[in-house]
């Protein structure tokens, strides 16, 4: 079984003074991992976190000897004043605040900043060292952003994941960072980016865009992993002894008291002022729930030493007592504010006993309280859970009740619905939420995101084409039914300054000549349109099968005619984005705009480099925005910026060419040089009925196993594909 290092900012200990020892702590990430089967994510586990150097050194022994669960610890010892700027002054004061939207909380410190990067530099060396051959390095949140960076740039062997526990906020936000870049450059180099929620991975995408120039990034090496709980732990617990003695206890308590309950980390990202004041709302507007119902809100102490954190605190006490004096009565009291932590028994007596659970964050990367309530529900008199549309569990949980934590009025209106709402529902919505998450729990969590990390970070080594010009591979062409895509600009023709004056080499052409004689069968898949295909084609002695406009339109040379693959309903964009096109390019001095059909094209590769680099970012930022849920794709190349139908796709055409075939081939070659063709890799690769080879051609990134370093050693790759496929008649069709 191989070696997983996980590594955060904290180990899963904690150091208690009373038994002068560590013992096993909690957290989101904690609980989480504490769950994890070995056996069922195909590893062992291992955990790497920070201690300050202020604990004696046999302490730091002990807490290497602590395990938490069945996890082995390594600390990572770092100066305490480091630590303090490092964790401070940047992580919780820079960071924190601005990517949960509270820019006017950001606290900028030149000092926090140098200290964040001694820290994530220390951590990784602390991983070199302790790293063998074959581990998985999975790094967590946003404490150490720049640990991947480091890590691939002194072994770029390593297999390195990270998880964003928190949001990632729009690009507007983001930009506002001083250290925007050397955060973002960092977190690319990570073979698999993992986040809680779809719309974090698109801001992160936007980011690039819109700081890098560009998305560096193959979209295999992101994903949306919302993380769960430790299931049948929390189902347990429900069932336990003590907790069963907690809701006996507090029944007699409750009599028929209806309770809303929060619990709630202290933190001005929970929503708490606007939770309590939406149910001051719900007291004033429906005055007959006033003695009937409590929200009993459970409020953890968090950064006590923090001014911010004590004024948030005051004022959550002053309006609790504001409340409570003006609806409460010598017999109720509407607030029961409780401001510590409870045993994991109380608490799960608490979920149990309460008939609705409020999350009202503003923003949140996940929120596993609202996870660990609905899986603690008695099944015959189940809950309710209200949750924020900003809290990343939102698009976890299917039958949560949705609000707004802004809308005051809205809220304290779903308040009242949630108290009231059917038992027959309630036990519907709560069955299936509880079904997904037995499945979809913390083991499959890991198992998943560890799964894509193996795979992606295989998938990203490309073996370059050797100086004979040729793969090794190329001996099995010999008497098979061989297929081979290929691309045009840039693969088949060098790329010109003007997309007109492309045109198809002699030595090519003669190649191109001997391969129509042979076994093979020659496919030319191009973003040009079909006019300009048959130009380069129709006229020599050979005929290949064309697609034009990225599989748009397909030409058969035995039918002799085009037919159009995409339906001219999806076209209704077009005028609209052709209007922007046309304003960008009057802008811009050199760009033009190529209507090629079901695709249009803003061409800027004979512009002044500077401004045309920064506009192409500004319009692929405007038009993936403008253009959400519209049928189109929006691809950035080489100094071309391509809006085109879905359905315009490399990948799409390719897969239906093979279907229509009576039978398939024995092997199937791609070969392309830009994003477009990259549809065409990832469809075939995915295959596992037909033997594939798919060719980059050029030394950006790609999901492609193989890989010609320029266009200039097309040739070479050709001369050796048709030495190997044998000059016989062409007899597969």
Not at 506 to 524: G, K, M, P
Not at 579 to 594: A, M, N, Q, W
Request: glycine share 6%; aromatic share 10%.
């Amino acid at each position: 079984m191989s070696r997983c290092l996980l590594v955060s900012n904290r180990l899963p200990v904690t150091y208690d003074e009373n038994i002068n020892n560590f013992k096993s702590s909690s957290g989101g990430l904690v609980s989480a991992i504490k769950g994890l089967d070995a056996t069922v994510v195909g590893c062992a586990f291992e955990w790497m976190g920070i201690l300050t150097d202020d604990i004696a050194g046999e302490l730091i022994e002990k807490a290497r000897q602590t395990p938490a669960g069945n996890l082995a610890c390594h600390p990572i010892v770092v100066p305490k004043d480091l630590y303090h700027h490092y964790y401070n002054e940047y992580s919780n004061n820079v960071i924190w605040p601005l990517f949960h939207y509270e820019r006017s909380l950001v606290m900028h410190s030149e000092k926090g900043w140098r200290s964040y990067c001694q820290v994530n530099l220390l951590v990784a060396e602390a991983i070199l060292k302790e790293s063998k051959d074959g581990d998985t390095i999975w790094v967590h949140d946003f404490q150490l952003m720049l640990v991947p960076g480091v890590l691939k740039k002194k072994n770029p062997k390593l297999r390195v994941g990270f998880f964003l526990h928190i949001p990632f906020p729009s690009s507007e936000i983001f930009r506002e960072l001083p250290q925007r870049k050397e955060i973002l450059q960092s977190l690319i180099k990570a073979d698999l980016l993992g986040f809680h929620d779809l719309s974090y991975l698109n801001h992160f995408r936007s980011s690039l865009q819109r700081v890098l120039g560009e998305n560096p990034m193959p979209e295999k090496s992101l994903g949306v992993y919302p993380i769960s709980i430790d299931t049948q732990n929390f189902r347990e617990l429900s069932e336990a002894p003590d907790t069963k003695a907690f809701i006996e206890k507090y029944k007699a308590n409750k009599k028929e008291m209806k309770w809303i309950l929060g619990v709630d980390r202290l933190d001005y990202i929970k929503g708490l002022i606007l939770k309590l004041r939406a149910f001051r709302k719900l007291l004033k507007e429906y005055p007959e729930e006033r003695g009937k119902v409590q929200l009993v809100q459970i409020v953890i102490p968090s950064r006590t030493e923090v001014p911010e954190y004590q004024k948030l605190k005051a004022r959550i006490e002053q309006l609790v007592s504001s409340i409570n004096g003006e609806f409460g009565t010598p017999a109720y009291m509407p607030i029961s504010y409780i401001y510590h932590s409870v045993s994991e028994n109380e608490l799960s007596a608490l979920y149990q006993l309460s008939e609705v659970m409020h999350i009202g964050s503003t923003r949140d990367g996940m929120n596993l309280v609202s996870l660990e309530y609905v899986v603690s529900q008695n099944e015959k008199y189940p809950g309710v859970v209200l949750l924020s549309e900003f809290a990343g569990a939102h698009s976890t949980l299917s039958y949560a009740m949705s609000i707004n934590p802004w809308n005051i009025g809205e809220t304290a209106r779903k308040m009242k619905e949630a108290l009231h709402h059917p038992e027959v529902k309630r036990r519907g919505e709560m069955t299936a939420m509880k079904n997904f998450l037995q499945r979809y729990n913390s083991s499959e969590w890991a198992r998943i995101f560890l799964r894509d990390l193996q795979y992606t970070a295989i998938e990203r080594k490309a073996v370059v084409l050797p100086d004979d010009g040729k793969f090794p591979w190329m001996n099995l062409l010999s008497g098979k039914r061989v297929v081979i895509f290929c691309d045009l600009d840039g693969t088949l023709a060098p790329i010109s300054r003007f997309p007109s004056d492309v045109r198809l080499q002699q030595n090519t052409i003669d190649l191109l000549r001997q391969i129509s004689r042979t076994t093979a069968e020659f496919v030319v898949v191009s973003g040009r349109d079909k006019e300009f295909l048959e130009e380069q084609f129709l006229d020599q002695d050979f005929t290949f099968p064309l697609a034009a406009c990225h599989g748009a339109y397909y030409y058969s040379p035995f039918e002799e005619e085009w037919v159009n693959l995409v339906s001219h309903d999806s076209m209704k964009w077009k005028a609209g984005v052709l209007d922007i096109l046309k304003l960008y390019s009057s802008r811009t001095p050199g760009s033009f705009v190529e209507d090629k059909g079901h695709a249009v094209t803003w061409h800027y590769r004979n512009s002044p480099n500077e401004f045309a680099d920064f506009l192409a970012n500004k319009l692929t930022f405007e038009l993936e925005e403008s253009l959400t849920n519209q049928p189109v794709q929006v691809n950035r190349g080489k100094k071309v910026i391509e809006v085109k139908s879905v359905n315009a796709n490399k990948g799409y055409f390719v897969e239906q060419w093979l279907q229509r075939r009576e039978y398939l081939p024995d092997i199937v070659i791609a070969i392309g040089d830009d994003t477009t063709d990259e549809d065409m890799f990832d469809m075939l690769q995915g295959r596992s009925d037909v033997k594939t080879f798919c060719i980059k051609v050029g030394k950006e990134k790609s999901h492609a196993r193989y890989s010609l370093p320029d266009q200039g050693r097309v040739g070479d790759f050709l001369e050796n594909l048709l030495e190997s496929l044998g000059p016989h008649e062409n007899s597969f069709s």
